[in-house]
């Protein structure tokens, strides 16, 4: 097959769910091939602006035919996406990615615990996730001073943490405190987040060799693996030389939590 | 059979070897063609060109490696790659199960390294080579050697000594006069010379208040450069008598016509590939509905005729 | 008084001379003024630049001067201008009239071209000259001396002799090593380097399939070229020890700043004034924001704050 | 006055009148100040294109507030402006250069003979002139296959003769045609339109001795008189050196048909 191109979405709806985080609902060709932990590109009009931009999918509604996107207003381009009306067409092309695996769930019960762990906009990716997985599933949230996705969270997992750096909402501190403060006994670990986070999470896991998938973010330029620019550092054998690069948008961005190097 | 009853006739020669068009992507920004498989179909390219090969592997630089510009973005990948022996194993037979030309690019610090891998290439089923002497990003070698005139014909002239397959000589832009490179090439036996290379630049972040790229700088590509390329490809078109081989910013066949016009033979497309993968099939096919709409037998007949 | 009382201190000191802010337009594309009177109010910018002068009258190149290109302009002007007799009758009054430094942009296609202008300048109420060695729109002189290190050193040094007001040398981009030149430059008794000029480029009109401006090459402007530009910047800020003016492709005021973190005392606004005729205040404004923001005593500060 | 910027207009109409031509209606902040012949420089929306489109003010309607532009579509950016939507907003500047004099209208009497000639996108800034001059005007437009406001100008001018090159409207052959079959004697000539057409008209002129003004255009970048890329040569005194370059965007872009020299 050699005829996957862009396509044009429908926006059925662009809201603020914060000062700076939009959700975005995006009606789609086909949704069949998506999978939790996977993103889009997404194309900026304003042609001064010329890569994509790679956003996790949240949620997918096979029924309806959407995509739902969780984006924070950083720059040039989220803040295009952000002016966006209703009923206005976006060009994106995916889902591209290796996205979270969900076998452990087929083979194990459902009362094995399960920690899903995520913070700031790394959280939106694992929704479709908690969504899909089976288990006792755990979540436990961190923000900078205001929450997202919370109550959506809740219709699917046994149980939902939050913590703020400022405190406004859950407890004041990380997800680490979170971490810390519980007592989990998880059999496996998902996990989504700025790298900081990640690399705690990485080193609390470890100690307990609980396996683990680590969600990465790396600057992209192509996002289907042909330029290289998004690579990431992997663990390929016992001694410390053997690391090798993976390119995050085509490897990843889902890796298993024992071969990611951070640094 | 008349060529019109054929169709439009995009065929070119290129040092002897005949191309069925003149669209190739730039070599780095496609990988060797596996990624784009399910984007566009490689027997339509005029060549596929691998990204850059070196002798050992090479890890490359530390990311961030990507940074947008206006109009154009900077990398600093650092010729990441496997190695020709990696390369000869897994990305020649993938290559071969095309009916499609191929051209390699090859990356090396010393005229020692490039004869390596252009060494190891020599019965390989390969169309072309490519000498990179112009990537701005690793320090020893690579841009040096195209900034210079002398450099550059010694390590023309020993690469061509090793090749086998017609040589390409792609050249840095950052230079004051690129004509005399392109003569230098040419005398020292380039079959071809490919421009242009990226223009070394950077960009601050001003949130951390440092360099965005963990590498301070990269090579700017994109639309933006088109109009330093397309000038490149002018003044060495009137000097050289080897084919040239266009790069720079192009995204549509509107911009491959002007450098065709300019004196190319053939043109690649690099990050055009990154905001549509397809972008090389709608060049291809806009050239030919432009050759269809003016009445015009072969893209050949355009090569230069904007001189003027 | 204390800083903060005043609000954001946006002054720099410019090889001795205080200004009011960093920001100035780039010659050329602001004429001396009296075109944008009633877009905005020269008194707040830091200097204004004046397009360039010549000792008699040029009359420049035959049209199209002007090329769009992707997020840049071509231009081919030629420094059309009415010579410094006119200059000096009908432009200093004008600039005299405002509280605002001036500084006059030499043009010359030989040493004595370029004394001659200074010369009529040396008892004029002018703050600073600024040699331009870099205009590739010209064929004898101009970007000549810009491209070879031991030119730049004479011109400079001839020019340096004649001058009464601190000497600015702006440099052409279109060089292998812009340190080399902006070194000479300084060794040359220069006050200031000012980068960068245009690139040298074309666009081709594939309507008539032939270059689209009558001059064939332009001068590359816009937000395209400023990664070079800054890279530039970044580069010879760790060389050499007199300030430096940035320019290139700097439209916003997070553009002027990261010139400053790579090491720019000064920017340049041109061809955004083109797009924008306010394009200045608003750039001013926003670095008054910035600082007031972040709590920043004086822009000072930043100054080569982004090397690494 | 130092206050004077880019302005937001809404786009009231933009409607195709042949498969080429637009027609946009601007609500504009004041129109106070619009001669005829003059343009505004209109903004792309893309950031790729930077430079300002001049296009040439067709009508001013003083009491709706609203400005009248025609364009035709040939390249980027008349393009993007073709696929702007009733009610959307776009950027301007203007209104810019230097218009029609009406001033000999003033002095003499209504019986005398205008002579009004356009020529393709010429012809839009010619309708708003043809409103305000008085005089006894005759209108002779020439178009390639399909003319556009001759409705308009019937309304005002006493005479309204048309030619295309295809002779699908009007007489076979060109406003030169119409020049000679008519029995013109005009006091004055305003005329706007392709260079080869203005030269002509040019030709004509002198040897009737009959002062003209003449409309030019040229690739501009700023405007409002500051780069210098937009110049035309004017003839300045009586030897052959003594030619000058003007600006058509300050200077102009009408021009004593007498000063003009065509190259
Ligand atoms: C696989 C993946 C999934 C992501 N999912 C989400 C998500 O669900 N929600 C969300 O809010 N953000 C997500 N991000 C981050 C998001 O891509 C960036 O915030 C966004 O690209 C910023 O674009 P901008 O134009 O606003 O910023 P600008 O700074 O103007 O962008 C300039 C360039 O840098 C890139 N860039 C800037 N910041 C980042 C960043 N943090 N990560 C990657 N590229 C960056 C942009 O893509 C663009 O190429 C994801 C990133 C990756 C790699
Ligand atoms: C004073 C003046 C008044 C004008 N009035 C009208 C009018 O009322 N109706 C109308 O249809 N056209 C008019 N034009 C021509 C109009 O400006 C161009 O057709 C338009 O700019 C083309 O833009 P584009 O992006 O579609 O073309 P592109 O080719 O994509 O434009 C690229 C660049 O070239 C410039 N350019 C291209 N063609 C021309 C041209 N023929 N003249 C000037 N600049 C050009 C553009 O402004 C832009 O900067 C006028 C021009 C001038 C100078
Ligand atoms: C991500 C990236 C990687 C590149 N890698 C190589 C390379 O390995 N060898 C090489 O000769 N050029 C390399 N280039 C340069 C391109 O081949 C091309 O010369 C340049 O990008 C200009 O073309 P463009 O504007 O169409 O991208 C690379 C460019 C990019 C953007
Ligand atoms: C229309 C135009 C005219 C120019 N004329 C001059 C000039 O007379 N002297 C000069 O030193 N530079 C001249 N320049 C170069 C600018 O001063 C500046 O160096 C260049 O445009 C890059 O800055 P920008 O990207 O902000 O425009 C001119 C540039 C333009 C676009
Ligand atoms: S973004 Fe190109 S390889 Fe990942
Ligand atoms: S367009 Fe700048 S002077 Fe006319």
Known sequence: MDNKSIEKALILKNEALTPEIYEMVLGVKSTSEATPGQFINLYCKDGSRLLPRPLSISEVDQKAGT????????????????????????????????????????????????????????????????????????????????????????????????????????????????????????????????????????????????????????????????????????????????????????????????????? | MSRSEKGPNLTVKLSGVELKNPIMPASGTFGSGKEFEEYLNLNRLGMVVTKGVADVPWKGNATPRVAETYGGMLNSVGLQNPGSDHFIREDIPFLESYDTKTMVNIAGRSIEEYVGVVTALQHQPVDFLELNISCPNIKEGGVAFGTDVDMAYQVTKKVKEAAKQPLIVKLSPNVTDIVAVAKACEAAGADGISLINTLLGMKMDIKTRSPLLANTFGGLSGPAIKPVALRMVYQVAREINIPIIGIGGISTWEDALEFILAGATAVQVGTANFRNPRAMMEIIEGLENYLKEENIDGIEELIGAGHK
Chains 1, 4 share one sequence.
């Open chain 1, 67 to 263: 995509l739902r996107l969780i984006y924070k207003v950083l720059g040039s381009g989220t803040r295009e996406f952000a002016k966006l009306q209703k009923y206005e067409e976006i060009d994106y092309l995916g889902p591209l990615g290796k996205g979270f695996s969900l076998e452990f769930a087929d083979e194990k019960s459902e009362e094995q615990e399960i920690l899903i762990i995520g913070g700031g906009v790394g959280v939106p990716p694992l929704l479709e996730l908690a969504k899909q997985l089976q288990g006792k599933k755990r979540v436990l949230l961190g923000f900078e001073k205001e929450s997202i996705l919370v109550e959506d969270f809740k219709k699917v997992a046994r149980e939902v943490a939050v913590a703020t750096t400022t405190g406004d909402e859950g407890i004041k501190g990380t997800v680490m405190d979170l971490l810390e403060q519980g007592e989990y006994a998880p059999v496996k670990i998902y996990s989504c987040g700025p790298k900081g986070m990640l690399q705690a999470v990485q080193a609390w896991g470890r100690e307990g060799n609980i396996p683990m998938e680590l969600s990465l973010e790396e600057r992209m330029a192509c996002g289907i693996g042909a330029c290289l620019v998004c690579t990431c550092k992997t663990q390929e054998g016992p001694h410390e030389e053997d690391w090798n690069y993976k390119r995050v948008c085509k490897d990843g961005p889902v890796f298993k939590g024992e071969e990611v190097v951070f640094e």
